[in-house]
C-alpha cells in the first residue's frame, strides 16, 4: 500500500519543537553529489525510454496506414490481441485469485514449492514455454494427440494463443495478488469474525476491499503481459493472419516485408498500450482511495492542530 | 436455570507454560485482569471469543454453552455472542465509522432501519455523531477506541472482551479516557473482562480485580483487599507497596518483633512464624535528623532515586530495607534532599500490616 501523501505531509511539517534550522526542507543549494548524480541518473535514464517511442511518433509514415492491405492487416491483429489478452486477463483473475489466496492465507505442506512454480514463468523464457506447450498439447504432444482425435486440437488456434498468454502472464497477477492477501491484517479478520461474520462475509467485505488495488494492479501487469506476448504464441499457436497472428506476431511479419508498414502496427500498438497505462495509473492512485486520501488528509489536519 | 453469569473454566497449554484459569463474572460486573505482558491474558480472552481452542474446560456466556471439551462443544466465533475491544482496535479502514459500528448488525442480517437506529443511538451514547461518516484514519486513539467499543456492543453481545483498550492511547489522554471508559463499561450491563498491565486501570475500571500470572490467576479482591494485604511481591509491585517477607518472632512484648534478613521491624500483630510485611509508601515519614519519634522503626539510609508523582514525590531510600516513601513537595524543598542525601525514614508500628 503506497503511504505517498502520508509521507509528503510529514515531511513538509516543521516540528515546532525543533531549532529552525532543523525545522526547515533542505534548501536546494544543501543537495548532496550524491544526490545530484541520482538525478542526472534518472533523467538518462527516462531519456533512454523515452527517446526510442518518440522515435517512432516521429518517424511513422501514417499514409501507409490508408492502404487497404495494411488496413486489413492492422484490423484483425489489433482485434485478435484484444480479445485474447482480455480473455487471458479474464482466466487470470477467475483462476489466479484462488491460488494466490491460498498460497497468501492457507498454509500447506509444500506451499512453498509450489509459490516457487507458480513464479517459475516470470524467468521463463516464453519460447521456452512455447516449446513446452507444444511438447504436451501440440498435435502429436502428450495430451495433444489424444485431444486431436477427440476434434479438440488446440494447436495453431486461438485457444492456443490465450494458453500461450496466460501461462506466460498469469504469473504477475499471481505474485501481485499473493502480496496484496498476505499483507491483509489478520487482526481485522479476527474482528469480524467475533462480529458474527463468516467467511464468505469475510471475503466479501473485508479481503477484497482492502486488496482492490493489488489486484487490480496486478491484472493490469497482466493484461500488458499479454498483449505483448511474442514467443510462447509464435511457438505453439504459430502467425496465421486473422487466426493466430496477433500485433506483435503482426509487427514481426510485416517488418520483414515492409520496413515502413512494421513501424505504423508498432505505432498502433503503442499508442493502445499508452492510453491503457494511462487509465490504469489514474485508477490505481491511492489518493482514489475514500479511506486512503482521508488518512493523508487526517496527516495535514493533526498538523493543524498541533501547530 | 437461567443465569445471565459468564463462567469460564479452560486449560491450554501456551509456549512457555500453562494456561489454566476458572472465573465468573455476572452480568453488569467489570472483572479485570491484571498480569505483566506474556502472562496469558489475551490467549484467555481468544479462547473466550472462540478465536483459540483451549484444551479442556468450559466456557458459558449466560445459558449458552459454547465450549466444552466434555460434550465436545466449540461453538464457532462468528456464533458465539461475543464482544471483542481489540489492542490496536482493529477498524475496518476501508469503511466509515457509521459502517464499522453497523459491520456486526449487518453480518447478522438484521433490518436496514433497526440497523440505522441502533448505530445512531449507538454514536450518541459515545458521543461520536460528529464522525459518522469518517474513516478510522482519520480519527484520533480515543475516538478509535470509542468506534471499536461501539461495533463491539452493537448486538448486545452476551460478553464483552476488552484486550489492554487504553494500551495504545498517549499518556494525556489516557487518563480522561479511562474515566470515560470506566462510567460506559458500568452502564453496559453486560458482563465485562478487561485485560491490563496496567494497575492503574484495574483499579479506576473494574471494583473486581484478578491477578495473572503466568498463566494463572493468583489473586482474586477488591482493590482494598489487594492493597492492604498484597500477599505476593508481585502483587504488591502492582500497587506500589512496600513489601516484605519475613519471620515474626513469638514473644510477649505487644508490638512484635519481624526479622527481615538484616533487619528488624516492629508491627501490631498476633502471627507467628513465616509473615509477609507492608506498609504505605505515604506511611514513611523522612527526616534528615534521627526523629527520636514514637515510632518504632526507624532506618537511616541514602536518597537513590527521586521520581515524581504528579503532586507528590516519590524517593527510592536504600536502608537496611529497600523503603519507597512519598512525600509532598513541600517537604521535599525543605529537606533540601537530592540523589545521595542521607536520610531517616521512620514508619509507625500501628502502619505496619502483617499477614500470612
Not at chain 1, 467485505?205 to 489486484?215: A, D, E, K, Q, Y
Not at chain 1, 514481426?252 to 493502445?272: P, Q, R, S, W, Y
Not at chain 1, 491503457?276 to 492512485?285: E, K
Not at chain 2, 508490638?255 to 509473615?275: K, M
Request: hydrophobic share 45%.
Amino acid at each position: 500500500m503506497s503511504t505517498g501523501p502520508v509521507t509528503t505531509a510529514a515531511a513538509g511539517e516543521p516540528l515546532p519543537e525543533d531549532g529552525p534550522g532543523a525545522a526547515s526542507p533542505p534548501a536546494p543549494s544543501r543537495r548532496s553529489l550524491l544526490s545530484l548524480a541520482g538525478v542526472a541518473v534518472t533523467l538518462a535514464f527516462a531519456a533512454f525510454l523515452v527517446l526510442p517511442l518518440a522515435a517512432l511518433y516521429f518517424h511513422a509514415p501514417l499514409k501507409v496506414l490508408k492502404s487497404a492491405e495494411c488496413c486489413w492487416l492492422v484490423q484483425q491483429a489489433l482485434l485478435l490481441s484484444l480479445v485474447t489478452s482480455l480473455i487471458t486477463t479474464a482466466l487470470t483473475f477467475l483462476v489466479g485469485t484462488p491460488v494466490a489466496y491460498t498460497l497468501a492465507r492457507t498454509p500447506f505442506r509444500g506451499r512453498r514449492f509450489v509459490e516457487a512454480l507458480v513464479e517459475l514463468p516470470l524467468t521463463l523464457p516464453p519460447v521456452v514455454a512455447g516449446v513446452a506447450l507444444l511438447l504436451v498439447f501440440g498435435r502429436r504432444g502428450y495430451l495433444g494427440a489424444y485431444l486431436e482425435q477427440a476434434g479438440l486440437g488446440i494447436s495453431f488456434t486461438q485457444t492456443a494463443v490465450v494458453m500461450a498468454q496466460f501461462v506466460v502472464a498469469s504469473p504477475y497477477y499471481i505474485k501481485a495478488a499473493t502480496g496484496a492477501f498476505a499483507m491483509v491484517p489478520e487482526n481485522l479478520l479476527r474482528a469480524s469474525c467475533t462480529l458474527g461474520a463468516g467467511p464468505c462475509r469475510r471475503l466479501f467485505t473485508v479481503i477484497l476491499p482492502l486488496c482492490r488495488r493489488g489486484l487490480l494492479a496486478g491484472l493490469a501487469m497482466t493484461w500488458a503481459r499479454a498483449i505483448g506476448e511474442f514467443g510462447a504464441t509464435i511457438m505453439f499457436a504459430g502467425s496465421f493472419p486473422g487466426r493466430t497472428q496477433t500485433m506483435p506476431l503482426a509487427i514481426l511479419a510485416t517488418m520483414n516485408e515492409n520496413l515502413h508498414a512494421g513501424i505504423v502496427l508498432a505505432v498502433v500498438m503503442l499508442t493502445v498500450c499508452l492510453l491503457v497505462f494511462v487509465v490504469a495509473r489514474r485508477l490505481l492512485q491511492p489518493t482514489l482511495d475514500p479511506f486512503m486520501r482521508r488518512a493523508a488528509g487526517r496527516a495535514a489536519g493533526g498538523r493543524d492542530r498541533a501547530l | 436455570m437461567p443465569s445471565d453469569t459468564t463462567t469460564v473454566r479452560l486449560h491450554k497449554t501456551l509456549r512457555h507454560f500453562d494456561l489454566d484459569v476458572d472465573f465468573e463474572v455476572a452480568a453488569g460486573e467489570v472483572a479485570v485482569v491484571v498480569g505483566p505482558s506474556g502472562a496469558g491474558k489475551t490467549s484467555a480472552l481468544n479462547c473466550i471469543a472462540g478465536l483459540d481452542s483451549p484444551e479442556s474446560g468450559r466456557i458459558r456466556l449466560g445459558d449458552h454453552t459454547v465450549f466444552d471439551s466434555l460434550s465436545r462443544v466449540d461453538v464457532r466465533p462468528e456464533q458465539r455472542e461475543v464482544g471483542y475491544v481489540f489492542q490496536d482496535y482493529a477498524l475496518f479502514p476501508h469503511l466509515t465509522v457509521r459502517s464499522n459500528v453497523g459491520y456486526g448488525l449487518r453480518a447478522r442480517h438484521r433490518p436496514a432501519d433497526e440497523t440505522r437506529s441502533r448505530v445512531d443511538s449507538l454514536l450518541e451514547m459515545l458521543r461520536i455523531r460528529d464522525l459518522a461518516d469518517a474513516y478510522p484514519g482519520a480519527l484520533s486513539g480515543g475516538e478509535q477506541q470509542r468506534v471499536a467499543l461501539a461495533r463491539a456492543v452493537a448486538m448486545l453481545p452476551k460478553a464483552l472482551l476488552l484486550d489492554e483498550p487504553l494500551a495504545a492511547l498517549d499518556t494525556t489522554s489516557r487518563r480522561h479516557v479511562r474515566r470515560e471508559l470506566r462510567d460506559l463499561l458500568r452502564r453496559l450491563g453486560t458482563a465485562v473482562i478487561l485485560v491490563t498491565h496496567d494497575y492503574e486501570d484495574a483499579l479506576v475500571l473494574g471494583r473486581r480485580i484478578l491477578v495473572m500470572e503466568r498463566g494463572r490467576i493468583s489473586r482474586e479482591g477488591t482493590h482494598e483487599e489487594l492493597l492492604l494485604h498484597p500477599r505476593s511481591r508481585f502483587v504488591a509491585d502492582f500497587t506500589g507497596v512496600n513489601y516484605y517477607e519475613g519471620t515474626a518472632e513469638s514473644g510477649g512484648d505487644k508490638p512484635r518483633r519481624i526479622r527481615v534478613g538484616e533487619a528488624v521491624l516492629h508491627a501490631v500483630t498476633d502471627l507467628e512464624g513465616p509473615v509477609s510485611v507492608s506498609f504505605f509508601p505515604s506511611d514513611v515519614t523522612v527526616s534528615t535528623v534521627d526523629p527520636r519519634s514514637s515510632a518504632r522503626n526507624v532506618f537511616r539510609g541514602l536518597v537513590r532515586e527521586v521520581s515524581n508523582l504528579g503532586g507528590r514525590l516519590r524517593l527510592q531510600v536504600d536502608a537496611p530495607l529497600p523503603v519507597v516513601a512519598d512525600i509532598t513537595p513541600d517537604a521535599y524543598g525543605s529537606l533540601a534532599l537530592s540523589e545521595g542525601t542521607t536520610v531517616y525514614v521512620a514508619i509507625k508500628a500501628t502502619s505496619v500490616r502483617v499477614s500470612e
